[in-house]
């Protein structure tokens, strides 16, 4: 047996007019489950704490609750001293019971084709990925789109796909789907992440939906106007200054120093036509950590800005394009300073080469200390760095390195999935409740990893916003003046 401390939430509408926690202490065997606590506390704590169960063996879903703030099915989730137990993030009832209905009521059903249509083996093979859902709504929890605009969220979206490849169902799924805000899933992947199911809903429902809805003449204009951008110039965004390929006008830069290891530099488009400061930034911190970085002029958009808006046509070639122009190079790997771009490489391509983030490229070969700087910073997390690459706590070790860092909940900035271009009003209700998130953790600083998110997230704060390269290069300078060498240009 173990005693197992838990501060659990307490609501009920009849006699308390806010919720509030409460601290209990209960025996469990070992290896208990959280279920186990809330039925301990139930037995011999209070009888009127009121938590929701069916199977205790995680085939119903009816039990999820957050545990630490992360959304878990209490049956499934060993139990560990001091924990903090919630209702999952949707309207409470009465304690950690929320209310499913309004949610579970969009799932739609299938519609029977009136002739005997059995689905093939192929057919069953694309619907499995999309049948498992126990519709415990966890994904529901943490969608940042279904807070701020109509989105019928992620198991809805699931649900049309898998719909829509049955060949017994009759209904109009694609139409359905965009309907009921397609476009407005940020491609965050918080779904998938919290799925105890794990399925995929970004890449297999939502994206697969995005592509039938673009042979359906259903593609957002904005984002029809990316894909012509790319087609006609390898490029999703415009040129308004020399590009970083210009600027940095070599295609093999040497590290001072022993030369640890050698990448080939994916800069990706808005590092390359936006904010080549940056990418320049990133050249100055490798230089210094002894890392030779090989920059092939042959390169052009990874091709994400299509996959997320469902446009594939042109997608081929690009994959072609950039394998092409690293595959003979001789590399440790190919290195992404761009959080959409590392995700895509790697996990839309099929490269003969390993592609590695900045962030483990530094804190794999270790990096020289920089001063420490005066401030407070916070770091955003890029979905595609944390939830696309599982890059959580590279990026932390370097900013701890040169400045001292406040966490703030790690949330969808909203600029992703082709929402900045498509829907600007969304992705400024989660700017906004990004600026506030910003303004409560105290920082004087803001580092991220993603151009997206640098600029989104500038929009929406007072506080500067800069890459962890720049923020350690300043670090660098600072060193450099006070021991007095020659500083960094
Ligand atoms: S990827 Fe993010 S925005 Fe899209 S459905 Fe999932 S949780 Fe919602
Ligand atoms: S998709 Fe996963 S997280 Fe969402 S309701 Fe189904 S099982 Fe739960
Ligand atoms: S009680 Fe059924 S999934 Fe947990």
């Not at 900035?413 to 929402?419: K, L, N, R, T």
């Not at 929009?459 to 720049?470: E, R, S």
Request: glycine fraction near 6%; aromatic fraction near 6%; charged fraction near 25%.
């Amino acid at each position: 047996m173990k005693q197992i401390t838990a501060r659990v939430y307490r609501f009920d509408p009849e006699t308390d007019s806010e919720a509030h926690f409460e601290e209990f202490n209960v025996a469990v065997n070992d290896g208990a489950r959280i279920l186990h606590v809330l039925h301990a506390i139930h037995d011999s704590v209070d009888a009127t704490l009121a938590f929701r169960y069916c199977c205790g063996s995680g085939q119903c879903g009816s039990c999820a609750v957050r545990l630490n703030g992360e959304p878990v099915l209490a049956c499934m989730e060993e139990a560990q001293d001091n924990i903090t137990i919630e209702p999952l993030n949707l309207p409470v009832k009465k304690d950690l019971v929320v209310d499913l209905a309004p949610f579970l009521e969009t799932i739609a059903s299938l519609k029977p084709v009136d002739t005997l249509k059995m689905p093939t083996k192929s057919d069953i093979d694309m619907i499995k990925p999309l049948r498992s859902c126990i519709e415990c709504l966890c994904c529901v929890s943490v969608c940042p789109a279904m807070e701020v605009t109509k989105f019928v969220g992620p198991t809805a979206m699931r649900q049309e796909m898998r719909l829509s490849l049955d060949p017994r169902d009759h209904g109009n799924r694609i139409a359905d789907a965009v309907k009921e805000g397609l476009f407005t899933c940020t491609s965050c992947q918080a779904c998938w992440k919290v799925c105890p199911k794990d399925i995929e809903i970004p890449s297999k429902a939502i994206e697969k939906l995005r592509a039938l809805a673009n042979k359906c003449g259903f593609t957002l204009p904005k984002h029809q106007e990316v894909a012509a951008l790319v087609k006609e110039t390898g490029r999703s965004v415009t040129r308004i200054e020399p590009t970083f390929l210009e600027l940095v006008n070599t295609d093999i830069v040497e590290p001072s120093g022993t030369v640890k290891a050698t990448v080939g530099f994916f800069v990706g488009c808005m590092y390359n036509m936006r904010l080549p400061k940056t990418a320049l930034d990133a050249i100055e911190v490798l230089k210094r950590n002894g890392i030779r970085v090989i920059i092939p002029k042959e390169q052009i958009c990874c091709g994400s800005p299509l996959i997320r808006t469902g446009q594939l046509d042109f997608l081929d070639t690009l994959r072609k394009r950039n394998i092409d122009a690293f595959r003979f190079q001789k590399i440790d790997a190919v290195m992404t300073i761009c959080a959409g771009c590392g995700s895509t490489l790697k996990n839309d391509y099929r490269t003969p080469f390993a592609v590695l983030d900045i962030n483990e490229i530094l804190t794999k070969f270790g990096i020289e200390s920089p001063a420490h700087l005066p401030f407070r910073a916070t770091y955003h997390d890029p979905c595609h760095l944390l939830r696309g690459q599982d890059i959580r706590e590279q990026p932390r070790q370097l900013i701890r390195e040169v400045v001292d860092l406040v966490e703030m909940p790690s949330v969808c900035c909203g600029s992703g999935g082709g929402v900045k271009s498509g829907i600007p009003e969304e992705a400024a209700a989660l700017g906004k409740r990004r600026g506030e998130e910003i303004r409560k953790c105290g920082a004087d600083l803001v580092i991220t990893s993603c151009p997206f998110c640098e600029f989104h997230i500038a929009g929406h704060t007072d506080k500067p916003v800069k890459n962890i390269a720049t923020v350690l290069l300043e670090g660098y300078r600072e060193k450099d003046r006070k021991t007095g060498k020659p500083v960094v240009p």
